[in-house]
């Protein structure tokens, strides 16, 4: 019995009890038929999906043969780097299946979308021979559908299933209503072979937006495992090591690593960025490939001090290692790290600076303590202890910057700037520049006349090392900190 | 829309203008005198502008590049290795083992106005050594996925068309711009340059590799939308197979910057190397010390002027190219005097002074220095100055040349003053060399308080630092060849070998001072006499150890240099030949106030109307007066929200007051439908100024967005 008259008798409608169920039917049925596929693309097929050998069989007995009437939707989820996308593309290229494969980022039109995914299916790659055209030209959901059924009609494909591949498909929701559930229909709509696979991190149930929504088989990608991430890693093995030198290295690297981050792409990175490190020993003649204890000596402080810049990728590889020297000869790490991620003082302008500290002061300070902190015979007056059980409860530096309007701003600047300053236009440029820089944002509506409203965006730390260039006690002025 | 929210409702209409087609500006145009002819002094002042700011301006240009070579050298290098196992063929393409994009960072620096030129020299230079292919997104351009695509195929396909032929120009804006184009295009286009049959511009390709990169530029990534950036990097590493790509980010404030923008699973797609260019001060000074402490070129900037330059640049923005225009700006300033028609080079000036007429003279004759100049001088001789013209020229001529020498003397022996005193502590003559260069401009430099610190500093210095600074003096003073320090040299010199020969007697002599005062407190023992005797010591004064003997010597014969050398151009007769000094000039035209023109222009409209009758009190408001003045004046009178009603009735007062005073009580009821009209034009003109705005808070009100004023 075939398995595409199961999905004809369910009649494209599964429920979510129903999808489990026909999974383990799938499963059970045991090992995978070969559906017509030679056996040598199967075997490659397999050796390019380590550890996702169960994913590609059931995907393998969903689609059937060529000529089976496939599962007409399938919606694959799982974490990033759980090898969606590679093995869904391995399948189609490796079994030479007719397909599309778009990622649905690239399509921020849905005209987009449409013209890949029939360029694809028609074979068409824009080239100057054909001047840059697409296979036809289509704006709407309803062209799409009957274009499509031509270009499966001329390339004679009536009898194969095609498959429509959309990765990043929770884009879908962002555009217009009628996408996603005409894709989810797309077989009804041709009247064709057609099978859509949607591929995507997050649940289905997310999808659930606005009516006509069919439910797809909903299949899940798990994350990696720590075994099969060793196996995974263990394929990346360099020329002139062994295999088992290699899998204990990385055995190292997933011990200092695992804990922190598990994702396939930065643990990768990361073992091929510490590798030459890791074979300093032995090709000082130091230590040979067996002698795994010393190796782990000289490996492991290296790898906890890159523990520290796991997933923050300022430097390339290079640059990693001609740090890590300079470190090395200086042995003050710590402060090289600091340099590293961002501390840097940054140096500008005079008037920048004091414009940069207003915003700051307009963004944590609530507006009626200006009189106390900039007027100068306000008295001090102490906080009472209702005001201080209210600030409590919302201390602006937890709850962030607020915005202001630019009379504010500029009000604050001049009580708090040393000296004369005329308001030419190039303190106002400054302010713009701050905006560009991204130091402070306009919010609100940007209409120039009607009073736009600022926020700063930079935080107390990098505030008071501005404001200690400048000698100005920026801490004396806060609310928060009287 | 700001209009539809105007306070009187009324559609508007602009329409473009008829003339848009611009009549191209000559400067040389301007160059009139006071008759506004041009004559033959005005060609003449205009080309020696012209010379002058070419020489300067090539100058500057070949700085620029200088600048920041290494580091462009370092990416230009960088870009060229990313993509060393790429292919496009079939059979050779190896598995890219990860989908990181390429990506330099390049640290620019916070003078945003620099960066366009620092961009456009990394492109040439980019197009020059490794690809054809490069395109630059400025963030304001990128506010969407499809401008940003659109953008960067136009640029990478704009490119092609270049090469071949330009008329395909309107083909390219109907290609859908999409990923799948561009790598159609580029692998045609590395298949064209492969092609043996292709002449043109083949020996421009040769030089680059077989798969020249695509290098997208994308200069203000502060700027750019995070989620249109995010989507770019995505899609890019997608096609990292089929397409080079690198991206060279440029960055303001600091790598971090990239972090705040892009989520990780983005950030992770990129593999980035940093790259830091030279801080602006550092070109700042450069430039400074090419364009204006050089005998090179004879035109130079007053103390004044040079300190707003300076205070523009420290204050707002570090832009040097802000700095150079504004340079540029005192030039052509400087030029349009008749005493900019002296400052060229010395023969020329000489020559120029013989032909001039007698009204030219009398010009120059009045310069201030030039009077005073002539005040020091013998009765006789000031009459011989100023009534005989032949004997005025000779003397402009030596006194021109003075000034020639002065300055040939001038900036070696400040280098050497820097290099003396910039070590010292708190830096009393200042860090930099434009600090202490603007104290030589403004006085004599050794009457200032730094100096006099600077040398008490001096006279307390070890041994071995003093040595080390006179190294550095002689080292800055040996830079400089065009002048003639030799003799200065020599004396430092010598000095030096003497402090070296002094060796280690100078330790035995300095305890000798130490004994006496010891031996003679041995001897006393009443506590009166102890007290004079240390009264007495200590009026007397300590006897001075060889080597501050000499060290005494060494620096009064370096004061004796400084205050020969350095005195303040301004004391020199006909300095203002050379030195431009009309800061409010300057600042008017480089340091706008927008908001205080609006304001004197509306307060006091005579300032820019010139009419007579407008000329008034403080306080009082003519009739005459535009209409949009007369508000303004009333709106002051008023608090945070002003009545409409009671502002027309007022202001309807006020153009009336000037008429019979019999007519006013008929029209109090009924105002004239004409007057209104022109006070709503007033007012919406005063909204238009961001002086009022609409309000919902009080019917028929409208709030002021400004305070003060009653």
Known sequence: ?482 | MSTSGSVSKACFVFKPKAGKRKKKLNPADYFVNETGAKTEATRERYDTYQILWEDMNKDIDALQTDIHKKVFDDLVGYVGTTHPGFSLEEGTKQKVSSNEIPTAALVTGVNMPDHGMIFSNLTSLLQDNITPYVARLQAKDCSAMKNIMSKVIMQFMGNKDLLDDDDDEVQVKRISPTMPVLCGWYADAVKRSQSPNKSPSKKRKSSYGQYPPLVIVMEDLEGFPAQVLQDFIIICSQYLSRLPLVLVFGIATTVTAVHTLLPHSVSSLLCMEKFQAQPSTEYLSQVINKTLLTTKYPFKLGHRVFQLLLDMFLYHDFSVVNFIRGLQFAMIEHFFSDLGMLCCGAKLSASRVKAMDHRQLEAIRKSPSFRRHVELQKPQEQRDLLLNDKHTKEVFISLLKGLDSYHGMCYPIMHCLHALTSSLPRHPLGKQLRELYSLVLESNVWETQGYKDAFSLLRLMARDDLVSVLRQCVERLQAWTESDVSEVIMEVQTYKAQLASLGDGSQEEQEEPDETPKERLSKTTKLHDLQNRLRESAKQKKKLTKYEVLRNKILDYLDEIFRTHLPSPTTLPLHEVYYYDRVSTLRRHMNAAPRAAIQTALSNPHFYLQDESLKTEDGTIPNTAPDVCIAYKLHLECGRLINLYDWLQAFVMLVHSGDENGTDSSKQKKVDEVLQARFIRAVSELQFLGFIKPTKRKTDHVARLTWGGC
């Open chain 1, 1 to 482: 019995m075939s398995f595409s008259l199961i999905f004809q008798t369910l009649k494209y409608n599964l429920s979510y009890s129903k999808n489990k169920l026909l999974i383990a039917i799938i499963m059970a049925a045991g090992p995978p038929v070969v559906f017509g596929h030679p056996a040598e693309q199967l075997a490659e097929l397999y050796r390019s999906c380590p550890s996702r050998q169960d994913q590609v069989k059931l995907l393998l007995a969903l689609f059937g043969q060529k000529k089976h009437l496939s599962c007409p939707r399938v919606f694959l989820y799982g974490p990033t780097g759980s090898g969606k996308s590679h093995v869904i593309s391995n399948i189609l290229n490796t079994l030479k299946l007719p397909h599309a494969l778009v990622n649905c980022v690239e399509c921020y039109t849905s005209r987009l979308l449409y013209d890949h995914i029939l360029n694809q299916v028609a074979m068409v790659t824009p080239t100057p021979d054909n001047d840059y055209a697409n296979y036809s030209r289509c704006d709407n959901m309803n062209d799409f559908v009957k274009t499509l059924r031509t270009v499966i009609e001329d390339r004679e494909l009536q009898e194969e299933t095609v498959y429509i591949v959309l990765d990043k498909a929770e884009r879908l929701r962002e555009m217009d209503m009628n996408i996603l559930p005409a894709f989810l229909r797309l077989g009804e709509l041709t009247g064709c072979n057609v099978c859509v696979i949607l591929l995507t991190e997050i649940v289905w149930e997310k999808f659930r937006a606005g009516t006509g929504v069919c439910e797809p088989l909903v299949l899940h990608f798990p994350d990696y495992t720590k075994d099969e991430l060793l196996e995974i890693l263990s394929l990346d093995c360099p020329a002139g090591y062994t295999k088992d030198f290699y899998m204990s290295y990385v055995n190292i690297v997933l011990s200092v690593f695992y804990m922190a981050c598990r994702n396939l792409n930065e643990i990768r990175h990361l073992a091929v960025l510490n590798f030459p490190k890791f074979c300093e020993p032995i090709k000082k003649g130091e230590a040979s490939e067996e002698d795994v204890h010393k190796l782990w000596r000289n490996i492991e402080p290296h790898l906890r001090k890159a523990l520290q810049t796991v997933y923050l990728r300022e430097v390339s590889s290079a640059q990693w290692e001609r740090m890590q020297e300079e470190a090395a000869a200086q042995e003050t790490l710590v402060t090289n790290i600091k340099t590293l991620t961002g501390k840097v003082n940054m140096e500008l302008p005079f008037y920048s600076k004091f414009l940069l500290i207003a915003a700051y002061l307009a963004s944590y300070n609530p507006a009626r303590t200006d009189r106390r902190f900039f007027l100068k015979h306000a008295g001090r007056t102490k906080k009472t202890v209702q005001q201080m059980k209210r600030d409590e409860r919302a201390s602006s530096q937890l709850l962030g910057p607020k915005p202001f309007p630019l009379d504010r701003l500029m009000a604050i600047f001049y009580s708090i700037v040393e000296g004369k300053v005329a308001p030419t236009a190039n303190i106002y440029s400054q302010i713009s520049s701050l905006v560009t820089l991204r130091l402070m944002t306009q919010v609100g509506s940007d209409d120039q006349l009607d009073g736009s409203k600022f926020k700063c965006t930079v935080g107390l730390d990098f505030m008071r090392s501005i404001a200690r260039t400048v000698n100005f006690d920026i801490i004396r002025y806060l609310y928060d900190f009287v």
